[in-house]
DNA sequence: GTCTATACTGCGATAGAC
DNA sequence: GTCTATCGCAGTATAGAC
């Protein structure tokens, strides 16, 4: 055992970041989360922080990038497949296990009750546009682009049932695994009455 | 016809505060919208702002306050009905002609929209608490207490379709008009399956 | 490569002149 | 009722220690 190697470090550096600023953005809003907070916590000075992204909105861009890519994953299999039903189904399915997140980690949770919350911040990024087209992508899968103005609107529902379930820890009771699973139930009967 | 009196011009300031508020915090939020940036619309300085609101939060408090003065009345009606399938239908149908607002002006549903999209820097506001309150008063009353809960995700997402239909110009088709009979249409249908 | 010291601009907020 | 001046803290930025 030597000394941790520079590229260990960094990466722990960042990591350990990342974690307080998801952390802090969840509980009291990305505005109002200060870089002399996250570094305080890391026990560092807010220069250093800035050593490893070189703004803050870097750090909230990073956070979102990683589930951007999640969603990328689904939405390349949903549009390799044949549009139907079915179809449909495994892709609510499979975005509710996205929201889950590792069964072990709050971090999927707390990224979603974030984005949920705080739209008008994240809007005007570019990692933020990069989002709001994936979901739009999500939701034209759920629903025929000239389908009814009440199916475009459930297309879109069911989507925050999922999101809803998958944040809403002090809103509604039961664990997380029975929340989301309740949302699964509502997001398929939202969108997949037979049609 | 003579000058205005002290409080007329009072009121009037006032008013014209809180409309250039509301337009500047749903367009880019309530944190990255400045006093000086309010102040300049109105030809006035950082300061004379300052006269008329104690601080920034209570301009948003004083958006907010109306808002929980039209669900107070609803909530008011609503606990003195006899509890059932009717009231449901007509709280949702109350509660959905109050989203729409006066039908020439988008004040409400820009209201909505920021109401929706910067929660977190709503939810430490004391007006802000009060909303929560009444939201959550609305959700009792559309759904049993011992319901399942998939039923308590309904009744949440039932309200929240009436928001979303208020406020999603950008990403729903139609007139403002129809997307709020859509929205109507499908929170009745979330909420007030025959039980 | 990683961090500290330091400084700049603009924010919300206050005090006091007119 | 509105102004100027000022405060402390925010995010940002750079120079340089180790």
Redesign the interface.
Known sequence: MTTPSVDERRTNTREQIRAIALELFAE?????TSLREIAERLGVTKAAVYYHYRTKEEILASLLDEHVAGMDAIIEWAEAQPAGLATRRELLRRYSELLAGPSGSEDVPHLIR?L??????I??LNSGAEMRKRF?RVAALLVDRDA???D???S??SL??LH??AF?FD????TRR??ID??L??SLE?CCRGE
């Open positions: 009291q809003g990305y505005e109002k974030f949920q919350e705080s739209q008008t911040s809007k005007e739009e009814p103005l009440a475009q609107l459930r879109r529902l925050a049932a809803f379930g809403a809103q509604l009771p039961g029975e929340r309740a949302a139930e509502v939202l």
